[in-house]
């Protein structure tokens, strides 16, 4: 039961941040960076695919060794490693490869993503530690 409401509180936590993110960084950041490559439609199946594998890697790189030494603190860390890292390999392997890529846009996106994850890893860990003892 424990790994259902950490998954489940994870997904909710990184959804909604990561919803009010991209709603400010889509006409903020990317569009005026990137905007030539941008997608004319949102697609729905990859969003979906990007979560759930996401949120799974959360929860065992992230939330499973805060549940374990039974630390938000622990999680936290772990949430903001696995954040930096996931986001920084999209972010500077598409920075090495497109002609419209941005050094900023790679920076704020990389912090973005150690941030979510964090906080995201945090909420789940403490949701799990409390309602799953």
């Known amino acids: 039961m424990k790994w259902?409401?950490?998954?489940?509180?994870?997904?909710v936590a990184f959804g909604a941040l990561d919803a009010v993110y991209l709603r400010w960084a889509t006409d903020n950041l990317y569009r005026p960076i990137?905007?030539?490559?941008l997608a004319d439609e949102f697609?729905?199946?990859?969003?979906?695919?990007?979560?759930?594998?996401?949120?799974?890697?959360?929860?065992?790189?992230?939330?499973?060794p805060g549940i374990e030494a039974g630390s938000?603190?622990?999680?936290?860390?772990?949430?903001a490693l696995l954040g930096g890292l996931c986001y920084a390999t999209f972010d500077l392997t598409s920075q090495a490869v497109m002609k419209v890529w941005s050094t900023q846009l790679s920076l704020v996106d990389i912090a973005w993503g150690?941030?979510?994850?964090?906080?995201?890893a945090s909420v789940a860990t403490w949701a799990a530690l409390r309602f799953a003892s």
């Open 72 to 79: 938000v603190g622990t999680a936290l860390l772990n949430g």
């Open 34 to 37: 990137i905007g030539s490559i």
């Open 4 to 11: 259902i409401i950490a998954y489940i509180a994870a997904a």
């Open 114 to 120: 150690a941030f979510a994850t964090a906080i995201a």
């Open 43 to 64: 697609r729905m199946g990859a969003a979906i695919a990007f979560y759930l594998i996401y949120i799974a890697g959360m929860v065992w790189f992230a939330v499973k």
